[in-house]
């Protein structure tokens, strides 16, 4: 995917390359440029199955998601301020407000129901979780780069309780498309996945 094609506002191409020189660095691990293609082909994806959504601030939530993104907890609300500084007279202030609440959104994934925005921007950015098993693994190796700073223990221990998390949620994707088609796929990676991070007892 050409990530400039899935740009949405074609007159702001400086904002944009501003985008990518923020995602397009080393020491983001998963949360690169490769991501960023990921969820917006995700995005597609969902639209084309015939999801009904405001593709506009969707798009444009995906591209702020991550524009912060450092290992702090509030990397969410710092990429949210940013959407709202630099969209700010450009879109109408409703539209500007609903990029900043889904980014704000991805913190968690819990879109309420009837939020197909929401629905949409959470379900495109898990569904890596669901990819083959290589690229799952890739996604893995790339996350423990991020928290290199960890040790080995330090890092299962935390891994281990976000994949609990995620699966003692009734289901990982809000649409039913995705329920549908990657559902299985998400808990099998992260069943997988526990048992590596499960230590061998002697």
Do not use: C, K
């Not at 990518?20 to 983001?28: C, E, I, K, N, S």
């Not at 444009?60 to 993104?69: E, K, M, P, S, T």
Request: glycine residues 6%; aromatic residues 8%; without cysteine.
């Amino acid at each position: 995917m050409d990530l400039g094609d899935s740009w949405p506002l074609p007159d702001l191409t400086e904002l944009r390359e501003e985008l990518l020189r923020a995602y397009d660095h080393p020491a983001r691990g998963y949360h690169d440029t490769r991501h960023l293609a990921e969820v917006l082909a995700r995005i597609d994806e969902l639209g084309a199955s015939g999801i009904g959504f405001e593709r506009l601030p969707v798009l444009l939530a995906a591209w702020f998601h991550d524009g912060v993104y450092d290992g702090e907890r509030d990397a969410e609300e710092r990429s949210a301020v940013w959407a709202e500084q630099a969209l700010a007279g450009l879109l109408t202030a409703q539209a500007v407000a609903e990029v900043a609440r889904l980014v704000r959104l991805t913190e968690t994934h819990h879109p309420e129901p009837g939020d197909a925005n929401g629905s949409v921007l959470s379900d495109a950015d898990l569904a890596i979780l669901a990819a083959p098993e290589d690229r799952y693994d890739e996604y893995v190796a790339a996350v423990r780069g991020e928290f290199a700073h960890l040790d080995d223990e330090a890092f299962r221990e935390g891994r281990t309780r976000v994949l609990h998390s995620l699966t003692a949620r009734p289901h990982l994707f809000a649409t039913d498309y995705a329920r549908e088609r990657w559902e299985a796929a998400a808990r099998s990676n992260i069943e997988r996945e526990l048992a590596g991070l499960t230590p061998t007892r002697h």
